[in-house]
DNA sequence: TAATATATTTAGCCTAGCCTAAATATATTT
DNA sequence: AAATATATTTAGGCTAGGCTAAATATATTA
């Protein structure tokens, strides 16, 4: 009864992830983030509900959360993922913008045997090249307590913990201007109405940060 | 029109390595070797015949041989399928008798960039764990020159360089008999009845071998 | 060569996962 | 509250890749 095609699997991390910021997925949000037309996700949603063990709570028109089981799994996948970006990015010298798409596909097939070993070898990091947090082997997610860059005030200082994006010429970008997990900023000024941030990076600068990518970036502010 | 699903690649792997042995790869082997059934081959093997380049040549009841593009998209699959059960073993500490499966899960999935860096990482290997030789990257395979163990005669010394199964039970005890890749083996006698070989095994020995075994192992005759 | 056995193909059906178009709910304005 | 806009679901269809049962070729044996 219990189904895990790679389709499957795209949802359950999809949903796992819409659902940190929001109550509840809704369809045209998934459907967008899948690229696939909301009835697709509707269909899926439903047979997803009515499988058993159900892996999704659902009800018409209310959006979609995911049962223990479904987050079991969806955690399972988001571990492999994560595991694998590290594994590509210290292993086999992948540059931390072009190890998404690779995980993607992987992250479908690898056994528990091989996440092991690649955890082994890299000695059970806590975070992927991105920053994102891996889940545990039992699958516990420690709770991030980072904010977006675009919530400091001039003065603020912090240190980036994470980066929200997978888009690689972003990504290249970030690498350039040394925004990358790790780094000290500190906010010189703000500007009100276009919402951009001057910062020193590492000291650096002073550059300035627009709101698109300064939302992106997610820190730890240092008291 | 050119298709790559994991199922065409089977096809295409399972169709080259049954040509390596016959003019011709029936739709009854094409079925046991793939695990579905003689109709379901004759569908697929119908498809891959009427795409654009054609895959395969095929005419009813004549069996089925690969294209010029069809043996392109097998060597190529078969390649990141061998890279990829050495990397395993070499980087990640598998044992040569459950990587299979591993790798054939994988090999449908991994780019040229990743299979690239894993020969590099690997010193651009010739042959696989089990001594299957890997196609190059301009997709070229050494012709093979082993025989049999099974045809070997008393008094005739071969170093063992392939052996040609997957079944994880046969190479565990092949690795406990040390017929591996590199063995040194000396035919002592031979049983014209039940077809046994009593041979030396990098001089240990006597061990008496079965022709179910001794026709997997291939090797060179030393002259 | 006829009869039987085996291999292969055809025909028709099934499931997964997508699609579009139309219908229906919910939300937002006026 | 009615009207409009937006979100969601339903209905019906499509392709890939399987399946079984029946039909037809080819091979083998008497």
Redesign the interface.
């Known amino acids: 009864m219990t189904i895990e095609t790679t389709s499957v699997q795209d949802y359950l991390k999809t949903i796992f992830d819409l659902t940190q910021s929001a109550a509840t997925a809704s369809t045209t949000a998934l459907a967008a983030r899948l690229g696939v037309a909301p009835a697709s996700v509707t269909g899926m949603v439903q047979k997803l509900a009515a499988v058993n063990p159900p892996l999704v709570n659902y009800r018409k028109h209310q959006g979609v959360t995911l049962t223990e089981e479904g987050q079991r799994a969806a955690l399972e996948v988001i571990r492999h993922h994560r595991l694998l970006e590290t594994y590509?990015v210290q292993?086999?010298?992948?540059s931390w913008d072009?190890v998404h798409?690779?995980a993607c596909?992987?992250e479908?097939?690898?056994?528990e045997?091989?996440e092991t070993?690649?955890a082994e070898?890299l000695g059970h990091p806590q975070r992927d090249p991105h920053g994102d947090p891996i889940p545990s082997a039992q699958l516990t997610l420690p709770t991030d307590h980072s904010l977006p860059l675009s919530t400091l005030r001039p003065a603020q200082q912090a240190v980036v913990v994470r980066v929200q994006s997978d888009d690689p010429p972003l990504l290249r970008h970030l690498d350039g201007l040394g925004l990358i997990p790790g780094a000290q900023v500190t906010v010189l000024a703000e500007s009100p109405f276009d919402q951009n941030l001057e910062v020193l990076i590492d000291g650096q600068g002073p550059k300035v940060i627009g709101l698109n990518i300064s939302s992106q970036i997610h820190v730890e502010v240092k008291d």
């Open positions: 590509l292993m086999l010298g992948y072009n798409e690779e596909r992987l479908h097939v690898i056994s045997d091989f070993r690649i070898a």
